[in-house]
T-cell receptor, first 115, second 114 residues
Framework: NAGVTQTPKFRVLKTGQSMTLLCAQD?????MYWYRQDPGMGLRLIHY???????AKGEVPDGYNVSRLKKQNFLLGLESAAPSQTSVYFC??????????????FGPGTRLTVL | AQTVTQSQPEMSVQEAETVTLSCTYD???????LFWYKQPPSRQMILVIR??????QNATENRFSVNFQKAAKSFSLKISDSQLGDAAMYFC???????????FGKGTLLTVNP
């Protein structure tokens, strides 16, 4: 099992450019998440998905869009990148048992720099 | 809103010694879940230990154990026989059990001195 993988690992963008980050998981998890990690801020949830075809906003959704066309993939899009979106982005996935959250498993992260 | 506080931005420990990382949280829930994640320089987030609030017994995973004090809303991580490979950022996280949301603390950077 590869677990959770993310593509790319590093990226540099210019202000106004667009890009898509890809997350893939092979654990058949229903739930998938996108976080950003900034120095001194811990991890903050951007968007999440409870299943194929469904997405929802997290704590810091502005400037990002997501799609979950297949159960194993969760895409994070930046339509017009801004320097404030310079961050490390993590994808995670988990099961959801009735009344009990399962552990979230994380990908290796993508370091994005917006100039 | 739930908050998770890690009051120690940095900690250091000598190899083979024991260190305790602090975490407190704020919640009105009675059933919830707590986690410690480790993030080494590779950036990978690795689950260290998980605790269900309804269980009075403290969780243990090899050299890692927690001291869960529900009334005090405290969830500290003890690392015994510290090894160089334990050097990492450690994050405490809270989940209310009723939804997806995982709230993280800001982390504690642990240095292990040889």
């Amino acid at each position: 099992n590869a677990g959770v993988t993310q593509t790319p690992k590093f990226r540099v963008l210019k202000t106004g450019q667009s890009m898509t980050l890809l997350c893939a998981q092979d654990m058949n998890h229903e739930y998938m998440y996108w976080y950003r990690q900034d120095p001194g801020m811990g991890l903050r949830l951007i968007h999440y998905s409870v299943g194929e075809g469904t997405t929802a906003k997290g704590e810091v959704p502005d400037g990002y869009n997501v799609s979950r066309l297949k159960k194993q993939n969760f895409l994070l899009g930046l339509e017009s990148a801004a320097p404030s979106q310079t961050s490390v982005y993590f994808c995670a996935s988990s099961y959801w048992s009735s009344g009990s959250p399962d552990t979230q498993y994380f990908g290796p992260g993508t370091r994005l720099t917006v100039l | 809103a739930q908050t998770v506080t890690q009051s120690q931005p940095e900690m250091s420990v000598q190899e083979a010694e024991t260190v305790t990382l602090s975490c407190t949280y704020d919640t009105s829930e009675s059933d919830y879940y707590l986690f410690w994640y480790k993030q080494p320089p590779s950036r990978q987030m690795i689950l260290v230990i998980r605790q269900e609030a309804y269980k009075q017994q403290n969780a243990t995973e090899n050299r890692f154990s927690v001291n869960f004090q529900k009334a005090a809303k405290s969830f500290s991580l003890k690392i015994s026989d510290s090894q160089l490979g334990d050097a990492a950022m450690y994050f405490c996280a809270y989940n209310p059990g009723s939804n997806y949301k995982l709230t993280f603390g800001k982390g504690t950077l642990l240095t292990v001195n040889p």
